[in-house]
């Protein structure tokens, strides 16, 4: 089957996120097809990787600082973006969502702002960025392209707030891509690998950070009922998500598809085998079919 593919020329993309190495290997290969593209950082001042995306890439790549919890800064982003547009481009081809944030832990455990900043960011950031984007978007006819992870369809303890984070995702990707429809603006969801997604969430040194913060504020009841050993092995058990060298070159395959596909699709699963499988089961079986099988 032929794949038409749109032209990059005259064509702007917004990613997110770009601390994460999954999000600048995306912005570096878009800056190879000819996009401009806009790179957000969280915090861009003394910022060694920004530094280094724009010495790989063309002149074209633009870093912006862009933190999705502040709506200052996505206003800034998004005046920014309408000055420093091709002069070809009616408006802004795509925004694509490539930030997240973890909370890990047992419900019970998570400090309240902990939980609030992983939705503030993962959620509610992706929420009103789009709303921001979208006048610009409309005008180019361009595209939503939400990242998300193969967790918002697998139970998975220890990690809920961002089984929760990631199905909200997935579900307000689905409403926007009806709303957007007859105003031409395409949606896609990329569901990427644990491993791939996780890479670029966290790493060692910040799971174990946020893994102290949380036992120290637990209460000693608390503490008591789940012991300390219970609580590490519980915290190490993820440790496998923090493999910063995991594969995620399918996941950057499938979002630059989002990107540059004529009609493209609205779903991309860039999963491993174990994890199809797990996903089917976890669909389309009983719970306790599922529990058998991968029940920890």
Partial sequence: MQIYTVSAL????????????????????????????????????????????????SGRLKVLQ??????????EASLYITENLPEE???????????????????????FPVMRKSFD???????????????????????VVFLSSAIAHIPAPVRGIQCATQAAVEGLAQCLRHELKQRTVDVSIVCASEFASGSMWLDDKAMLEQAKVMWDSLSDE????????????????LEKYTNTDGDFHSTVRALTDAIIRSFPLFRYTPL??????????????PRPVYELFYSN
């Fill in 222 to 237: 608390q503490k008591s009922v789940y012991g300390e050993d219970y609580f590490e092995q519980a915290i190490r058990s």
């Fill in 10 to 57: 005259g064509k702007g993309v917004l990613i997110t996120g770009c601390e994460s190495a999954l999000a600048r290997a995306l912005a570096k290969r878009l800056d190879d097809l000819g996009f401009k593209v806009f790179a957000g950082f969280k915090k861009l001042e003394d910022n060694d990787e920004a530094g280094m995306l724009k010495a790989l890439c």
């Fill in 89 to 111: 481009a009616d408006g802004l081809w795509a925004v694509v969502h490539c930030d997240m944030w973890c909370a890990l832990g047992e419900l019970e455990w998570i400090p």
């Fill in 66 to 75: 862009l933190d999705v919890t502040s709506e200052v800064q996505m206003l």
């Fill in 121 to 143: 960011i993962n959620v509610l950031g992706a929420s009103r960025l789009t709303q921001i984007m979208l006048p610009l978007i409309r005008r180019a006819n361009g595209r």
């Fill in 272 to 285: 491993s085998r174990y994890e199809k499988l797990q996903t089917i089961v976890a669909e389309h079986l």
